[in-house]
């Protein structure tokens, strides 16, 4: 059973950077697609960016465009997430997954506050 752990989060002011980290257990998730969610207090689960299982393609939300950078170490089988320029409203608990169909159990995710 592939499990999912999520790092990388913490508290940082408006205009700065975080570099988050999902690190899946099992080798089948480097075959598959992933991608990085975020839940906000209130709010349902949403995608904010997703890569193809060899990196070559990467697909972002457009509140992520230019902001954000996915990535992948499949030998890792670690999945990043570059965050610069966060924005108050990127606070929320960031999540991967497989992508598009979130195919394996939720990690515990990771949390991201962006202070003004």
């Known amino acids: 059973q592939v499990q999912l752990v999520e790092s990388g989060g913490g508290l940082v002011q408006a205009g700065g950077s975080l570099t988050l980290s999902c690190v899946a257990s099992?080798?089948?998730?480097?075959?598959?697609?992933m991608g990085w969610f975020r839940q906000a207090p209130g709010n349902e689960r949403e995608f904010v960016a997703a890569?193809?299982?060899?990196?070559?393609?990467?697909y972002y939300a457009d509140s992520a465009k230019g902001r954000f950078t996915i990535s992948r170490d499949n030998a890792k089988n670690t999945v990043y997430l570059q965050m610069n320029d966060l924005k108050p409203e990127d606070t929320a608990v960031y999540y991967c997954?497989?992508?598009?169909?979130?195919?394996?159990?939720w990690g515990q995710g990771t949390q991201v506050t962006v202070s003004s």
């Open positions: 890569i193809s299982w060899s990196g070559g393609a990467t």
């Open positions: 997954n497989t992508w598009p169909t979130a195919r394996l159990s």
């Open positions: 099992g080798r089948t998730s480097s075959l598959l697609p």
